[in-house]
């Protein structure tokens, strides 16, 4: 259980600080690299296949900092290991300034990745907690927002400081990141409600959650991550190399992307406050997998920028998938669960990536990346449409 009420926590406080968690882990230290790839590849920096696979390594090193989560967090507490992993996050953006080639770069860009697991577990967990029920999809929404912050910044800047090399955007995604950090830190400032040792012991667990679905949060979270793999690694590179447009086409669209996560998650949130989260998350599901499908099969302009909004909004998707989470087992379940489920995201999407990287590696076709996680998409519709209602819904 949780000790006092939840309305005696500044949720709002604690979720602009989530946001400011997520702008450095998941708006930078995963997003940032998209709008970069055609340059590193056009400069020589590294190939095509050496980029896609760093791209990869990241994903794999979220995976990594899912599972050592709750070491962190049982020998520092959620607010220091938070702290610790932003100024790790931050170290790595500064160190992937150097051009010191593949193995340098997959180095600091797992290590990121590393960061991003634990802040994904931690941040939503922590809000969650804080926050009254009826506000609950504006708080995550809010928190999401963080990374749309991070894609709009970089869809805008990047393009601007290629023209001072690579060295230059790195630096400029860096430097960003500080700022993000000093939110965050702020933001966790706020009085953090903490779980007691009785919930964190599995024999005196109370949840009621079936396992049914368990599983379906599980596999709803992963066929996500699965769907995002074409936009999130190749959706600049494709506008850029595949379809011939320049760069300042392919920063405007990844602006677009990100003016969809940063309006499109907190829209979503609410509208789930509204309608209920279990209706909210096939909506989601069944517009993204038709956004991914769209621009492999139709080029022209609307059908371009109606993928890059409406996929960009993709963080609503995990969002709601942590909302609904919350209300099946509640705040003291929360991290067990949700640590699952990032597990989860982590493993297919590196097992995902590594696959459709090596799938375009091998034909130089961008339509079966992107079908291949719209598919993933529609799946993750159908399986978070079985889930049984909460008693909050």
């Known amino acids: 259980m949780i000790t006092p009420t939840q309305s005696t926590y500044p949720w709002r406080r604690l979720a602009i600080g989530g946001a400011g968690v997520l702008l450095v882990g998941?708006?930078?230290?995963?997003?940032?690299?998209?709008?970069?790839?055609?340059?590193?590849?056009?400069?020589?920096?590294?190939?095509?296949?050496?980029?896609?696979?760093?791209?990869?390594?990241?994903?794999?090193?979220?995976?990594?900092?899912?599972?050592?989560?709750?070491k962190l967090r049982r020998r520092w507490g959620e607010r220091r290991s938070l702290q610790i992993a932003l100024i790790?996050?931050?170290?790595?953006?500064?160190?992937?300034?150097?051009?010191?080639?593949?193995?340098?770069?997959?180095?600091?860009?797992?290590?990121?990745?590393?960061?991003?697991?634990?802040?994904?577990?931690?941040?939503?967990?922590?809000?969650?907690?804080?926050?009254?029920?009826?506000?609950l999809g504006a708080a995550t929404g809010m928190v999401f927002t963080g990374v749309g912050v991070g894609i709009v910044l970089s869809g805008i800047l990047i393009p601007k400081l290629l023209a001072y090399g690579l060295f230059g955007a790195w630096v400029g995604i860096a430097g960003i990141?500080?700022?993000?950090?000093?939110?965050?830190?702020?933001?966790?400032?706020?009085?953090?409600?903490?779980?007691?040792?009785?919930?964190?012991?599995?024999?005196?667990?109370?949840?009621?959650?079936?396992?049914?679905?368990?599983?379906?949060?599980?596999?709803?979270q992963g066929l996500f991550t699965v769907g995002l793999i074409a936009h999130t690694i190749y959706w600049i590179d494709y506008l850029v190399r595949g379809l011939g447009h320049d760069m300042a086409f392919g920063g405007a669209h990844w602006a677009l992307f990100g003016l969809g996560a940063l309006t499109g998650t907190y829209l979503w949130g609410r509208l789930a406050d509204k309608i209920g989260f279990q209706a909210g998350l096939v909506l989601v599901f069944a517009s993204l997998a038709a956004s991914v499908a769209l621009p492999v099969l139709n080029s022209s302009t609307w059908a371009l920028i109606a993928s890059s909004l409406i996929v960009g909004a993709q963080p609503g998707c995990s969002a709601l998938l942590s909302g609904r989470a919350h209300q099946i087992v509640g705040g003291a379940e929360m991290p067990k669960l949700w640590r699952r489920m990032t597990i989860s995201s982590g493993i297919c999407q590196a097992i995902g990536s590594y696959t459709l990287v090596a799938l375009f590696n091998w034909n130089g076709d961008y339509q079966p990346v992107f079908l291949i996680s719209a598919t993933a998409m529609a799946l993750g519709a159908l399986a978070s449409a079985g889930l049984r209602p909460a008693q909050s819904d």
Request: hydrophobic share 55%; charged share 10%.
């Open 88 to 135: 790790a996050a931050l170290a790595c953006l500064i160190a992937s300034t150097a051009p010191w080639g593949f193995t340098w770069l997959a180095f600091w860009r797992g290590l990121v990745g590393v960061c991003v697991g634990v802040m994904m577990i931690q941040a939503l967990t922590v809000v969650t907690r804080a926050t009254p029920p009826n506000h």
């Open 26 to 70: 998941m708006g930078l230290g995963r997003f940032s690299y998209t709008p970069l790839i055609p340059a590193i590849v056009t400069d020589g920096a590294l190939s095509a296949a050496e980029a896609g696979y760093v791209g990869a390594f990241n994903l794999a090193g979220f995976v990594f900092g899912a599972l050592v989560e709750p």
């Open 177 to 220: 990141g500080a700022v993000g950090v000093c939110i965050a830190f702020w933001g966790l400032a706020g009085n953090i409600p903490e779980i007691t040792a009785a919930s964190e012991d599995p024999a005196q667990s109370t949840s009621t959650i079936h396992p049914a679905d368990a599983a379906r949060l599980i596999a709803s």
